[in-house]
């Protein structure tokens, strides 16, 4: 057995808006390669500093969060979710 999760695992209650908020990304990644690769960028440059500097999860996750928050803007104007400009 592993000592090592290999994945994070998201629950939500029924009524969460999570779920949605997560399709429309994984919607947008599959639709925009150039924000998918940005993405995937992100997540790897935060792994290797988190894990060379022996953080946790949240350290990674908040070496990430201004990507992801770019390209959630770009998702949620599209969906119409958000004013553009």
């Known amino acids: 057995m592993a ?3 290999r994945a994070n695992l998201h629950v939500f209650s029924p009524d969460a808006a999570e779920p949605a908020r997560h399709l429309i990304f994984r919607d947008w990644l599959r639709a925009h390669p150039d924000d998918r690769d940005r993405y ?3 997540k790897l440059a935060a ?3 988190a894990n060379a500097a022996g953080e946790h ?5 908040a070496r990430k969060q201004a990507v992801i928050r770019e390209i959630y803007g770009r998702a ?3 969906a119409g979710l ?3 400009g």
């Not at 999860?57 to 996750?61: A, D, F, I, Q, S």
């Open 47 to 49: 792994a290797a500093e």
């Open 76 to 78: 949620f104007v599209a």
């Open 3 to 5: 000592v090592d999760p």
């Open 57 to 61: 999860v949240m350290e990674y996750n």
């Open 82 to 84: 958000l004013p553009s």
């Open 40 to 42: 995937r960028d992100a």
